[in-house]
């Protein structure tokens, strides 16, 4: 794979993370920070995340491979000026949802030089600071509307994720949002509820902070994560988050009613429903 | 610390793993076990958790500790019975609820050779198969009502469990079923509700199969865990989990509200509440 001029545009968690990847991988020749945070620049060259700090329209101007690490809105925002400017590179995104930024370029002359795709990792930590190495790898990623992309494009997006250890999967957009509705977005939104019920209730914090145990942590893990990221993630995704969610609101009032009811004999097949999991899950 | 004969009633993932440590801490002289279970019990011999099997009454007779493993419904049933037996021993259950086994015995003559304790570890799995080394450690231990027990079972009991490494604290029965609600009841029963959402709503496995990342196995982990043990926590311990989980499902409608909404400025706030739990989890 021949070494390519890659721009980051954002280079927190999910871009400085890959950043680490590309570099140690061999895959970029050069890497270019861009971001919207002086504060982001600046710890991005700290950490030696990339060799140097450009505006966008530089970076374009100056790399072969333009990679979007930014907040769903903003890329979707963003998306056609970056296809405005591109000649022969490749713009590749990272956004956990895939319709809108899509769409949003869906006539644009040079879509064939954007490629849409999801990998399917992250942390609930955020910005250039919480970046690590070995990310990504073992994971899935997704990539949506393979055939909207050009040949070369999309062949050089799915070496490099190959080259990091990445499962490649390809999906239509709609399907994507609709299954990252069910196996991510759910469970942030749990996690956050979580926290706040929690939080909410239990005035005794030095009780949590002596009694939580192991499972409390796991399924409040996610509440740390950044709004900035999710809360365009949930609205972008509005329909299908709404439609999981009410579903989960009406499983936990089944465990409700059993609960109240005393319903042994209901609550047992609740939980044995619930241990199907295993069978998807490890 | 002198090493005595102990006896574990229920060698599961709790008592086995249990059983292990107070082998390799050298706590235990020779460990004795108790299990309903034909299958568990060869598990537990073939596994050497224990050193050999006894019916109940046996075991409490060549003991100089019983310690019970068992579900809380069982516990409670089981345990005027064995106060009934024992003279001199010491009783120590590790149940996840304390009001109900404590009130079972609150009068009985033999009330202060029992010491009422809930150590804070466990994992999804189950069985003598699921007992792993190192459990326990650097985790909190909370025992109920500790002046209701004789000052010599209570000293005991407190080496024990320092002697393995847990944190020891003190609360009446009350307090900590109220505390476990919050900080591990109510994150099992989103955790299994989580499970029963994606597995309704999502038929096509694969898809969770593949796509599910490493937010998703976090939050949904403890659907795995077993009905056996937690349909009894749950009722015994109705009026709180109730109380939070009416508490979690309004949360969880205020998610919903802002999303149907559009509301971008109240979904902000209520993620940045939920941040907060970063004050209290590392």
Known sequence: MERKKIAIVGVGLIGGSLAIQLHEKKISSRLIGVDSSKIHQQQAMDRELVDEIMELENAIASSDVIILAIPVDTLVKLLPGVLNKVDKQIVIDLGSTKSQSINAVKDHPKRGRYVA????????????????????????????????????????????????????????????????????????????????????????????????????????????SNPAMWVPIFMQNKENVLDVLNEHIEQLKKFRETIEKGNKEGLKELIEDANKIRRIIK
């Open 117 to 224: 795709t999801h990998p399917m990792w992250g942390t609930e930590y955020s910005g250039p600071q919480a970046a690590v190495r070995g990310a990504y790898e073992n994971k899935a990623v997704i990539i949506c509307n393979a055939d909207e992309s050009d040949a070369d494009a999309l062949e050089w997006t799915k070496a490099m994720y190959k080259k990091i250890g990445m499962r490649l999967l390809e999906m239509e957009a709609k399907a994507h949002d609709l299954h990252a509705a069910y196996v991510s977005h759910i469970s942030h939104i749990t996690s956050f509820a979580l926290a706040n019920t929690v939080l909410e209730k239990e005035k005794e914090q030095q009780a949590i902070f002596e009694l939580a145990s192991a499972g409390f942590e796991s399924t409040v893990r996610l509440a740390k």
